[in-house]
Nanobody, 123 residues
């Protein structure tokens, strides 16, 4: 079992930045692909970014590739999502998830989910 706790969300003006963190329990964090997903009001959950067990492999949704950066610190059991140039359409609840199997961009492949952190971008 892996427990995930997100933090770092909040209210920010358009063009601003936020850094989300996701702390994971358990000693097997390094063996999981970690992902960030988001869900806006009235919309389906969508993939944002993920980072594989091999730190060099990262994946991004096209709309976020130029503005978001995912990273992980296996020593701290933490994955991060740096979000820059935020837009009102980035407003959503952001979820951290852990996957022991691929593919890294599909929500169904993730076994464990956090409770989410709210990100609100004002115009």
């Amino acid at each position: 079992q892996v427990q995930l706790v997100e933090s770092g969300g909040g209210l920010v003006q358009a063009g601003g930045s936020l850094r989300l963190s996701c702390a994971a329990s358990g000693r097997t964090f390094a063996s999981y692909t970690m992902g960030w997903f988001r869900q806006a009001p009235g919309k389906e959950r969508e993939f944002a970014a993920s980072i594989s067990v091999s730190v060099g492999n990262t994946y991004y949704a096209d709309s976020m590739k130029a503005r978001f950066t995912i990273s992980r610190d296996n020593a701290k059991n933490t994955v991060y999502l740096e979000m820059n140039d935020l837009k009102p359409e980035d407003t959503a609840v952001y979820y951290c998830a852990a996957s022991a199997r691929g593919p890294p961009t599909k929500g169904w492949a993730y076994d464990f989910w956090g409770q989410g952190t709210q990100v609100t971008v004002s115009s």
